[in-house]
């Protein structure tokens, strides 16, 4: 079955902090892997994305995100964390050939200052 | 225009009624999605409209649930006769479709449907 875990549904890190995501999947074709963030009161914007190549992308906000064909994960990290990073995070995963992307449930991250 | 739009932003209606939301995608994106987001949950797929493809329908939950897209642009997404379990935020994507390479889908701030 196709599906996207985030193990945590729940993360608090200090401001400053590094931070890692943890995004595995399920897929049957050559998946395409992507991170949205939804801040409050703001729709899902595009962190980074995943299609091919460099197994390390990176995206905007300073985050970015390696994946790994044999773990089938892609992990989304931000060295320093800052306040306005506090907002909920989904991966999904797609393929060329499928538009309908498959959801992860989403990590809500806090950030203490 | 600047982004995909949805309205209204918020709407509450009496079980039973019939509701019917909007988007508007980005101009020139011949794709377009809709989600729903159940407080605690991910995003559930809906429908995907491609062009002048016949959409697919395979994420609507029951045939109270319908949605058109007229002119390859604006999509209005209908629940008839609504039950309390259709509240949720419903959000449109639409990208720019069909392509060599996949293409960002841009979302809408969703319309958040409470249903009494």
């Known amino acids: 079955a196709q599906s996207v875990t985030q193990p945590d549904i729940h993360i608090t890190v200090s401001e400053g902090a590094s931070l890692e995501l943890r995004c595995n999947y399920s897929y049957g074709a050559t998946p395409y892997l992507f991170w949205y963030v939804q801040s409050p009161g703001q729709g899902l914007q595009l962190l980074l994305k995943?299609?091919?190549?460099d197994t390390l992308v990176q995206g905007i906000k300073g985050f970015e995100a390696e994946f790994k064909r044999s773990q089938s994960s892609f992990n989304l990290r931000k060295p320093s964390v800052h306040w306005s990073d506090a907002a909920e995070y989904f991966c999904?995963?797609?393929?060329?050939?499928?538009?309908?992307?498959?959801w992860g449930l989403g990590t809500s991250l806090a950030v203490n200052p | 225009g600047a982004g995909v739009s949805q309205s209204p932003s918020n709407k509450v209606t009496e079980k039973g009624k019939d509701v019917e939301l909007r988007c508007d995608p980005i101009?020139?994106?011949?794709?377009l999605y809709w989600y729903r987001q159940s407080l605690g949950q991910g995003l559930e797929f809906l429908i995907y409209f491609q062009g002048n493809s016949a959409p697919d329908k395979s994420g609507l939950p029951s045939d109270r649930f319908s949605a058109e897209r007229t002119g390859g642009s604006v999509s209005t997404l209908t629940i008839q006769r609504t039950q309390q379990e259709d509240s949720a935020v419903y959000l449109c994507a639409s990208s720019r479709g069909e392509g060599s390479s996949y293409n960002e889908q841009f979302f809408g701030p969703g319309t958040r449907l409470t249903v009494l």
């Open positions: 995943y299609f091919s190549g």
């Open positions: 101009s020139g994106h011949t794709a």
């Open positions: 999904a995963v797609g393929s060329y050939n499928n538009r309908k992307l498959i």
